[in-house]
């Protein structure tokens, strides 16, 4: 019998895209001959699978596993190129055992998964269902000390799901917190932050969105402005990050100045500036509530952000809680769709 080399593997696999498993299994059956094992391959389907490579998969669910003691969570996103197919009742258990596989066994990373015995599924997947599929991405967080908390939510139609961790004082607080972190992982699902503070902006980023927002208001306004309309509120700032103490101590002087001009009598100013500071502090971090989950308006209670809700929370726990990490998949999210052009997809089945 021939030695199976990792050379002929490799081959093997870069010529039919098939599981690097199945293709030692069928080079072995065939003794080494490389033209029988591709045809060994294709005999199962598994060549066939390969073949939906060039495919763009959008469309899929999300998976999630939470650990019974919170300790351990994970999000996977399944891909497949229709919304049909991800209604199908073998796919879904498909992506709820993906989860589990990878919570369980703690894969390295989407190539490692796809090489073990559990990513041969995805093949036999493909060959039955007949369009590509495939496990996009996947993380996991883990809770690994008594004062951290942890908890998930996946979204109703399975095409969203979010993890979200804090750091709590003690082990108390941490068990305590778990229903608002649900809540947290809720909101994100809806609002769709891409980090989690607005100290994580780069200030080349936040400079371009400056810019690039005021421009855009400045062209909303004129068409407002030529309708009749109210014009809308035109930003020195998009980001806390912006917002230095000279900022502020600007700011707060030229509110006094025109609380003055409008007449208001100085000795009631304190109480009337620090609601208008709260508005300039809303009015110029727009970025940040639209990116930065922890500075996002709460839904729950949109008087407050999100870390402020956390806060209250964990106060109303006996204790202090901090969100330290997070992760949210959204099923398609950054995938450039093909335009499916039906007659010419017709035109080339005929000819």
Same mark, same amino acid.
């Given at each position: ?15 039919? #895209? ?23 391959? &294709?005999?199962?389907?598994?060549? &066939? ?9 959008? =469309? ?22 229709? #919304?049909?197919?991800?209604?199908? =009742? ?13 919570? +369980? ?52 139609? +399975? ?67 030529? $309708? ?35 007449? &208001?009598? %100085?000795?009631?100013?304190? &109480? ?31 008087? $407050? ?5 956390? %806060? ?12 330290? =990490? ?13 335009? #499916? ?11």
């Amino acid at each position: 019998m021939a030695a199976v080399t990792a050379a002929m593997v490799k081959e093997l696999r870069q010529a039919t #895209d098939a599981p690097m498993m199945d293709c030692k299994k069928v080079l072995v059956e065939a003794d080494g001959d490389m033209e029988k094992a591709k045809e060994l391959l &294709k005999e199962r389907g598994i060549a &066939k699978a390969a073949k939906k490579a060039d495919r763009v998969a959008a =469309e899929g669910l999300t998976g999630l596993k939470i650990a019974d003691d919170f300790s351990k969570a994970t999000v996977a996103e399944v891909n497949s190129e229709t #919304d049909f197919v991800a209604q199908n =009742e073998g796919f879904q258990n498909l992506v709820k055992e993906t989860a589990e596989e990878i919570f +369980n066994n703690n894969p390295a990373d989407v190539e490692a998964f796809m090489n073990s015995d559990f990513g041969n599924k995805f093949t036999e997947s493909v060959t039955k269902i007949g369009e590509k599929i495939e496990l996009r991405r996947f993380a996991t967080l883990n809770a690994d000390e008594p004062n951290e908390a942890l908890n998930g939510y996946i979204h109703s139609n +399975n095409r969203i799901a979010v993890i979200v961790k804090a750091k709590c004082d003690s082990e108390k607080t941490a068990e305590c917190m778990r229903d608002t972190l649900k809540q947290v992982a809720m909101h994100a699902s809806a609002m769709k932050p891409s980090t989690l503070s607005y100290k994580d902006f780069d200030s080349e980023y936040v400079e371009g969105e400056t810019k690039g927002r005021i421009e855009a208001l400045k062209k909303d306004n004129e068409e407002l402005a030529r $309708l009749k309309k109210p014009l809308k509120n035109v930003p020195q700032y998009v980001s806390m990050m912006q917002l230095t103490d000279e900022v502020m101590a600007k700011a707060e002087a030229d509110i006094k100045a025109e609380l003055l001009a409008e007449g &208001k009598p %100085e000795k009631i100013l304190d &109480k009337i500036i620090p609601g208008k500071i709260a508005r300039f502090i809303l009015d110029n971090t727009l970025l940040d509530q639209e990116q930065a989950l922890l500075d996002q308006q709460y839904v729950l209670d949109d008087k $407050l952000t999100v870390a402020q809700a956390v %806060e209250k929370a964990a106060k109303a726990c006996g204790g202090t809680a901090e969100i330290t =990490e997070f992760i949210r998949l959204e099923v398609g999210e950054g995938i450039e769709k093909a335009e #499916d052009d039906f007659a010419a997809e017709v035109a080339a089945q005929m000819s």
